[in-house]
C-alpha cells in the first residue's frame, strides 16, 4: 500500500502538496499524521468540493505500507505514527520537500528537494514537465498551497519558480477569488483577544545592532491559528524580526518570524526542538515557563547574531577565583565545583596569577594538597581591557598559549576569557561579515520592563515609610550602590494591599550598606554575614531586612539553599512566584520605577499564579503549601504549568523529605489564613495531606471537623469575650484528631513546636477523652461539675473538644462553661476570711469553693451575701 503523508499541524501547502503528489501515485492514499491548522480543518469539512478523499489515520494499517511518501517534510520527529515505518525493510521512502537540510533528515530512495517558496511548487513543475492535466478545482487547492506559503507571491522567500507554478495553475483554471475567499478568514473574537494581547505584550530589544520583537501572550486553552496573528502582527507593527511566545495549557507555542539575514529563525527554533525556514519557522515546548522560553531565545539570538570581535564580548562573569590563602586542596575543589578547568588567583581584588587543573592534580598526586596555591600558581601572564580587540585576545591565547585572560578595567577584574571560549566563538564566527562598531548598540535584553509607581507609594505607604526608603537610596547612591525594595511589599503595593514588611536588596555589600544607613539613622544593625543579610531595628521595634543580591542553589531536593552573591535579576529569579518578583529602585533620579523582570503585572493582572522554573517545586516542596495559600488569599489562580508541576512533586513525595521545622512554619502560616480550611481541602484535592503525615489523608471526615472547628471559632469570636484565642492552634489540634496520643506528641516534637504547643496536644489527647467520659458518664452534672472538669484546661483544647463532640450535651454544657462560668470568681478572698476569724488551711479551699457553686446557681451576689453565708454555714468553733 502506497501512503501519502505530511507533518503534524499540516497548513495549506501540505495539502496543496499531497493533492499533487496523488497525481504523481494515482494509487496512494492521502493520511494526515496529526492536527490541522484552523483554516485547513474548516477547509476540509467542504473538501469534497475540491475531490479531497483524506482517510483517517486510525484507517490506515501500518503494517501493509509498502511506500511513504512524504511531502513538505522530511523530519522524522514530525511525521506522528509514521516514524515507525523509517528504516523499515521493505518501505520504500519518497521525499518532495522545501526546507533547509538538517543532519537528522530522513533519507528516501527518491529525494526532490528544492529552495523554493512553496512545496507545492516542486511537484507542479514535475506535473508540468510530465504533462499530467490539472482540473480547475485541483489547481485551485495548488494554489492555495503556493499563496499561503509565498504570502500570495510577495514573501522574501518567494522564487521565480513559484510565479511559473503559479502562472501554470492559473492556465489549469486556478480560481483566485477562492484562494483568496479561503486565505482571507475572519478572526474569531479569541483570536482577535489574543491579538490584542501580543500587541500589548510586545517589546523590542536591541541585540549586537540587530532589533528583535518578542511577543508574549497566555491562555488556559489552545488557540488556533497561531501562526496567522503572528503575521498579521508582523505586517501591523512593521516588524523585521518577530518571537511570539504564547504559553497554551501546560505549553508554549513559538512562532518565529524574520526579515534579517542575521537571524535564521528556522535555527533559532531547532534549538526547541521545532523547525521551519530561515523566515519562518514555530516550535512547542513543554515543561516550562513562559520567561524561561524568552529568557532562552535572548540567549539564542546572542550566539546566533555575531557580536562585535571585543574581549568584553568574549569574556564571561562573574569571576570564578582562588586567593594566594588558598591550598592546593581548596582550588581544587573550587575547579571541580564549577567544572572549570583554569582559574585565576586573587591577592584581595588584583590578580596575581594563574592556575591549571593539570597543575592542581599533579601537586596532588604528588601529596602537595595542603601547600599553597602561591608556590605554584603561573605568574607571567598578561592581562586585557574590554575594548581591546580580538585581535589582540588571539594573540594572548594562540600566540603565547595563555589559557586565560583576567579582562581588567580601571584596575579591577570585570571578566575572564578562557580558550574554550575563544575557541567557540572562532566557531560561531567563521565565514560571516561583522557589523561595525557603529552599528553595534547595547543590548536591552536584560532590562526589564518597568513604570514610575512614585505617586502611588507616597499614597498608599506611611509617611515614615516612605522616607526610610528615599534615605536608603540615597545612602546607597552615596556608596556607589544600587538598592531596591522588594519582593511581597512591593506586590502588595501595586495591589493596594497594606504592608509596611519592606525588604530592601542591594547590589554591592548588603552590611556595609546597613551600617552606613545606621550612622544616619536611629536603629541599629544585626548582621548575619554568613548569607550577607543585616536587620535594621528601630527603637520602636519596627523593623527592615536588607540583604545583599544573591543567587541560591541546592544541593539536592528539599535541602537548605546555598547562596552566593550575584545581580538583582538573579537574586529575584531565585524566589518562588512570579508575583513576587517585583522590585522598586530607591537611588535618587531612578526613585520609584518598578523593575518587573518575569512578567508579575501580568499575571497580577490575570490572578494566575505561577512558578518561575520547572525545578522550583523540587529545590524547595515548601513553595507548594505557600503557592495554595496565596491562591486563596488573594483570590488567584495556580496556573496549569504550575498544577502539573505540584503533581509531579507530590508524585515524588518530596515533601515529605521537607525539614519537618520548616513544614509547620508552612503549616502555621495557613492556619493563619482568613480561610485556612479551603487552603488544607485545596491542599487535599492534590493528595498533599499524607505527605504530611499518613494519618492527615485530609478525607471527608477530617476535612468536615476542621470546618467544624472553623464554625466553633466564629461562635467564640461573637461571644465577645476579653479573652482571646490563638485560632490556628485550635485548628492545628483538629488537624492532627486522627493521630493516637503517641503518634500525635511524637509528631508535634518532630515538627519542633513550642514548648505551649507540645502541652495543648498532650492535654487534647490525654486528659480530653476522660473529661469527655467523666461529663457523659456523671448522674447528676451541676454547674461546678462542669467548671471544675473545664477550667484546668486551655481554652484552645476546650474548643478543639467541642468541635470535635458529637455529642450534643458536650457542646452545650462547653457552651455553658463559656457564656456563664469561666469568668465567675468569689468576691471574697483568703484575708476575708483571715479576718473573720477562721486560720489559714485547708478550710479556704472548701469555703470558696462552696461560695463559687452557690454563685453559679445565682444565690449569692455579693459580698455581703458571702460574708453571711460563710458565717452561717462554716461556724468557727
Not at 531536593?557 to 518578583?581: C, G, H, M, Q, W
Not at 526613585?591 to 508579575?600: C, Q
Not at 448522674?779 to 450534643?808: G, H, Q, W
Amino acid at each position: 500500500m502506497d501512503v501519502i503523508t505530511t507533518h503534524i499541524n499540516a497548513d495549506f501547502d501540505t495539502i496543496g502538496s499531497m493533492l499533487a503528489a496523488r497525481k504523481l501515485y494515482p494509487n496512494a492514499v492521502l493520511v494526515l499524521p496529526g492536527s490541522k491548522e484552523e483554516t485547513v480543518k474548516g477547509f476540509l469539512l467542504q473538501s469534497a468540493l475540491y475531490a479531497l478523499e483524506m482517510k483517517k489515520l486510525r484507517e490506515i494499517d501500518l503494517s501493509k505500507v509498502t511506500r511513504l511518501i512524504l511531502v513538505d517534510i522530511r523530519n522524522s520527529s514530525r511525521i506522528g505514527p509514521f516514524r515507525a515505518l523509517i528504516g523499515k525493510p521493505g518501505v520504500d521512502v519518497h521525499v518532495y520537500d522545501h526546507h533547509p537540510e538538517e543532519d537528522a533528515d530522513i533519507r528516501g530512495s527518491v529525494e526532490v528537494i528544492k529552495n523554493v517558496g512553496s512545496t507545492t511548487t516542486i511537484l507542479v513543475e514535475i506535473l508540468k514537465e510530465r504533462q499530467i492535466p490539472i482540473t480547475s478545482d485541483e489547481a485551485t487547492v495548488m494554489m492555495l498551497g503556493i499563496y499561503e506559503d509565498t504570502g500570495s507571491l510577495s514573501f522574501p522567500s518567494t522564487t521565480v519558480e513559484d510565479y511559473l507554478a503559479a502562472a501554470h495553475l492559473k492556465s489549469c483554471g486556478a480560481n483566485l477569488g477562492s484562494v483568496a475567499d479561503i486565505l482571507a478568514k475572519d478572526f474569531t473574537a479569541e483570536q482577535i483577544s489574543l491579538l490584542y494581547d501580543l500587541i500589548q505584550g510586545s517589546k523590542a530589544y536591541t541585540i549586537h545592532g540587530v532589533e528583535v520583537v518578542i511577543a508574549e501572550a497566555r491562555r488556559e486553552q489552545y488557540v488556533g491559528d497561531l501562526a496567522v496573528l503572528v503575521h498579521k502582527l508582523r505586517d501591523m507593527e512593521a516588524v523585521s524580526v518577530l518571537f511570539a511566545v504564547c504559553q497554551m495549557g501546560d505549553r508554549v507555542v513559538l512562532v518565529a518570524r524574520s526579515r534579517k539575514p542575521e537571524v535564521d529563525a528556522g535555527a533559532l527554533m531547532r534549538e526547541f526542538g521545532g523547525g521551519g525556514h530561515h523566515y519562518a519557522a514555530s516550535a512547542t515546548v513543554k515543561n516550562a515557563t513562559i520567561f524561561q522560553v524568552r529568557e532562552r531565545i535572548l540567549h539564542t539570538l546572542a550566539e546566533k547574531i555575531i557580536p562585535r570581535r571585543t574581549a568584553a564580548d568574549l569574556m564571561a562573569s562573574p569571576v570564578r577565583h582562588g586567593l594566594v590563602e588558598n591550598t592546593m586542596t581548596d582550588i581544587h575543589y573550587l575547579l571541580t565545583r564549577y567544572n572549570i578547568n583554569v582559574v585565576p588567583i586573587f591577592r584581595k581584588e588584583e590578580p596575581v596569577g594563574i592556575i591549571t587543573r593539570q597543575i592542581v592534580e599533579k601537586a596532588l598526586f604528588h601529596g602537595l594538597g595542603s601547600e599553597s596555591v602561591e608556590e605554584y600558581m603561573n605568574t607571567d601572564f598578561d592581562t586585557i581591557g574590554p575594548q581591546e580587540g580580538i585581535e589582540r585576545v588571539q594573540e594572548i591565547i594562540i600566540g603565547k598559549n595563555q589559557r586565560l585572560i583576567p579582562v581588567v578595567s580601571d584596575g579591577k577584574v570585570t571578566g575572564i576569557i578562557t580558550r574554550t571560549g575563544f575557541l567557540r566563538f572562532l566557531h560561531d564566527v567563521r565565514d560571516v561579515v561583522q557589523p561595525g562598531p557603529e552599528d553595534d548598540i547595547p543590548a536591552e535584553g536584560l532590562l526589564a520592563r518597568k513604570k514610575l509607581i512614585h505617586n502611588l507609594m507616597q499614597e498608599l505607604l506611611p509617611v515614615r515609610v516612605f522616607d526610610l526608603l528615599a534615605g536608603a537610596g540615597e545612602v546607597a547612591e552615596r556608596l556607589g550602590m544600587k538598592a531596591y525594595v522588594v519582593g511581597g511589599f512591593v506586590r502588595d503595593l501595586v495591589m493596594r494591599h497594606h504592608n509596611t514588611d519592606a525588604d530592601i536588596v542591594v547590589e554591592g555589600d548588603g552590611i556595609a550598606f546597613a551600617e552606613a544607613f545606621s550612622q544616619e539613622y536611629p536603629c541599629r544593625v544585626r548582621p548575619h554575614h554568613k548569607f550577607g543579610t543585616a536587620v535594621l531595628v528601630f527603637p520602636d521595634g519596627y523593623k527592615v531586612d536588607v540583604a545583599t543580591a544573591r543567587v541560591e542553589y541546592y544541593r539536592e531536593p528539599a535541602a537548605l539553599p546555598t547562596v552566593e552573591y550575584s545581580s538583582l535579576k538573579l537574586d529575584l529569579y531565585r524566589r518562588d512566584f512570579t508575583i513576587n518578583t517585583l522590585a522598586v529602585r530607591l537611588n535618587p533620579g531612578v526613585f520609584g520605577e518598578l523593575i518587573d523582570f518575569f512578567g508579575a503585572q501580568r499575571d497580577i493582572k490575570e490572578r494566575v499564579l505561577r512558578i518561575l522554573h520547572s525545578l522550583s517545586f523540587v529545590e524547595d516542596p515548601s513553595r507548594i503549601l505557600r503557592a495554595m495559600r496565596f491562591e486563596r488569599r488573594f483570590g488567584f489562580a495556580i496556573g496549569r504549568h504550575t498544577q502539573n508541576l505540584i503533581r509531579n512533586t507530590v508524585r515524588l513525595d518530596l515533601i515529605e523529605r521537607l525539614p519537618k521545622p520548616r513544614l509547620f512554619s508552612e503549616l502555621e502560616l495557613i492556619l493563619k489564613e482568613e480561610e485556612p480550611v479551603g487552603i488544607l481541602k485545596r491542599l487535599a484535592s492534590f493528595g498533599i495531606g499524607p505527605s504530611i503525615h499518613p494519618k492527615i489523608t485530609l478525607d471527608k471526615a477530617q476535612i468536615a471537623l476542621l470546618e467544624e472547628t472553623s464554625e466553633i471559632l466564629v461562635w467564640f469570636s461573637l461571644l465577645f469575650l476579653e479573652e482571646k484565642v490563638e485560632r490556628w492552634a485550635v485548628l492545628f489540634l483538629s488537624l492532627l484528631n486522627p493521630l493516637s496520643p503517641e503518634e500525635a506528641k511524637k509528631f508535634a516534637a518532630v515538627l519542633g513546636v513550642g514548648r505551649w504547643l507540645r502541652g495543648w496536644v498532650r492535654y487534647a489527647k490525654d486528659d480530653a477523652t476522660d473529661i469527655t467520659h467523666r461529663l457523659l458518664s456523671a448522674r447528676v452534672v451541676s454547674r461546678k461539675f462542669v467548671y471544675d472538669c473545664l477550667s484546668p484546661l486551655p481554652n484552645e483544647v476546650i474548643l478543639y473538644l467541642m468541635a470535635k463532640a458529637k455529642n450534643n450535651d458536650i457542646k452545650r454544657y462547653i457552651s455553658l462553661y463559656f457564656t456563664q462560668l469561666k469568668y465567675v470568681r468569689p468576691i471574697s478572698t483568703g484575708r476575708d476570711l483571715q479576718a473573720l476569724g477562721y486560720p489559714p488551711g485547708p478550710l479556704y479551699k472548701e469555703i470558696l469553693d462552696e461560695i463559687l457553686e452557690r454563685k453559679f446557681v445565682g444565690e449569692l451576689r455579693t459580698k455581703a451575701d458571702e460574708t453571711s453565708f460563710v458565717l452561717s454555714h462554716f461556724p468557727k468553733s
